[in-house]
């Protein structure tokens, strides 16, 4: 009778063991679904923001960036060359985005921060042996890329049939910068940089000056993929900018003249990259 009731008692542990593991992993599949939910937020070049990134933000891109930058200052490093973004326009600049524009009015905080870094970078370097050149870059893409832009989660919508959420109409554009452009056109802005006063600052645009709209993308993908793509429509976010479009006239002035891939050709290196994978 004891070895019945021990024999007993251990089912009875295993089962409860079963049972804890069995909610264990429904918590951590319940947890997977809502950060695949909150991803599925993000805007094409910016997470969709709400209060509880502002911190993050604050952290990255003001406190890291002026410890990185007084670092480099105090260390007198030649050569400051850091990621601005087009963000730092809004709604209100004129197209193109000329790096001239006086009216800089973003829309997100991100943006905000981004500008910030832009007025606190010359005050940092005046008087010192170190220069710095602030790279406005238009929405880069490419192989190795970050898995919570646009084209990203459509290659994955094409190739594993994970629904796209369109945020508004889909006619929102953006100046798609491949990769390969932005690495060729940094190294010549950084040999050029050498050449300049200590103390000097400027900022630079990075992009080819050719919008092209969601909508455009997804034809594209689905052009280079063969494959249909599952659309989930959403509501449109405040932050978003309707249109960005960079002039290159004071990158060419300072490295010659620029040529960028075009979305589709960067759109099919992409594929073969992920074919390749």
Do not use: H
Request: glycine share 6%; net charge positive; charged share 25%.
């Amino acid at each position: 009778k004891r070895a019945q009731e021990r024999e007993a008692a251990a089912k009875e542990k295993i089962a409860t063991e079963q049972k804890r593991t069995q909610e264990r992993e429904a918590a951590a599949a319940k947890r997977t679904a809502e950060q695949q939910a909150e991803r599925q937020r993000k805007l094409p070049s910016q997470q969709y923001e709400t209060r509880l990134d502002y911190k993050k933000y604050v952290d990255s891109n003001l406190n890291a960036f002026v410890n990185i930058t007084t670092s480099s200052v105090n260390s007198s490093v030649e050569n400051i060359l850091y990621a601005s973004s087009s963000s730092v326009y809004g709604n209100l600049a004129k197209i193109p985005y000329v790096e001239s524009e006086k009216n800089l009015n973003p829309s997100s905080f991100y943006g905000g921060t981004k500008l910030a870094n832009e007025i606190l970078a010359p005050l940092q370097v005046r008087d010192t042996a170190t220069k710095a050149r602030a790279l406005r870059f238009f929405t880069v893409y490419g192989p190795w890329g970050r898995p919570d832009m646009a084209y990203f989660k459509l290659f994955l919508a094409a190739y594993k049939k994970v629904p796209f959420a369109l945020f508004g109409d889909g006619n929102i554009a953006r100046d798609f910068t491949y990769i390969g452009d932005v690495v060729n056109n940094l190294i010549k802005l950084e040999n050029q940089l050498r050449k300049t006063k200590s103390g000097f600052f400027d900022v630079v645009n990075i992009g080819g000056g050719k919008p092209r709209s969601i909508l455009d993308m997804i034809q594209y993908i689905k052009n280079i993929s063969g494959k249909d793509i599952q659309i989930k429509a959403s509501n449109s976010i405040p932050e978003d900018m309707q249109v960005t479009c960079s002039s290159s006239e004071y990158l060419e002035s300072l490295i010659g003249k620029c040529t960028f891939v075009s979305l589709q050709e960067g759109l099919i290196e992409v594929n073969n990259w992920i074919k390749d994978a």
